[in-house]
């Protein structure tokens, strides 16, 4: 599934005057997170990684989809999440800080438009510094917006 809309939603998107912005709603087990679009590529089913020696621990290795060398990054393990290797997973590409990382995650359940004056900014981190942005309240559900681009400037500075 890769990401898509009309000119009018990249206008919206792209502008710096709206208080809107759009983000990406995924589980990690049963903690649901949001990332902003602006940093996901696309989604994909999860390949075969190989390891690489002497990587960060949350690394899991590299695989190569369609002639692209992307790092896999286990998105549980760096947020300190406990997640059965069983259980069902999707990789969220993004290309961020000229590294195209794959996040793994359980489960993405859509795209929600929200306001950037109701993120509350939260004193918590996931134990990683700087990683949650803030939290948001969408339908009822607790959303940790995460910063894809500082967890890849922590992983390969």
Same mark, same amino acid.
């Given at each position: ?21 759009? +983000? ?18 696309? #989604? ?9 020696p002497h990587g960060h621990p949350s690394v899991e290795g590299v695989y190569m989809p369609r002639d692209t060398l992307i790092t896999v990054v286990n998105l549980a393990d760096y947020l300190g ?10 990789? +969220? ?6 590294? %195209? ?12 438009? +929200?306001? #950037? ?18 939290? #948001?309240?969408? %339908? ?18």
């Amino acid at each position: 599934m890769t990401k898509s809309g009309n000119a009018d939603n990249n206008e919206i998107l792209l502008s710096t005057d709206t208080d809107e912005m759009e +983000i990406l709603v995924f589980t990690i087990k049963n903690q649901v997170f949001g990332v902003n679009v602006l940093q996901v590529r696309e #989604i994909l089913m999860p390949s075969p990684v190989d390891k690489i020696p002497h990587g960060h621990p949350s690394v899991e290795g590299v695989y190569m989809p369609r002639d692209t060398l992307i790092t896999v990054v286990n998105l549980a393990d760096y947020l300190g999440i406990y997640l059965d290797s069983e259980e069902r997973s999707l990789f +969220i590409v993004a290309d961020v800080n000229k590294l %195209n990382a794959a996040f793994r995650v359980n489960n993405v359940l859509g795209i929600e438009r +929200i306001s #950037i004056n109701n993120i509350e900014k939260s004193e918590a981190s996931y134990g990683r510094a700087g990683v949650m942005t803030g939290i #948001i309240r969408v %339908n009822g559900k607790l959303i940790s917006l995460i910063d894809f681009a500082k967890i890849v400037e922590d992983i390969a500075p």
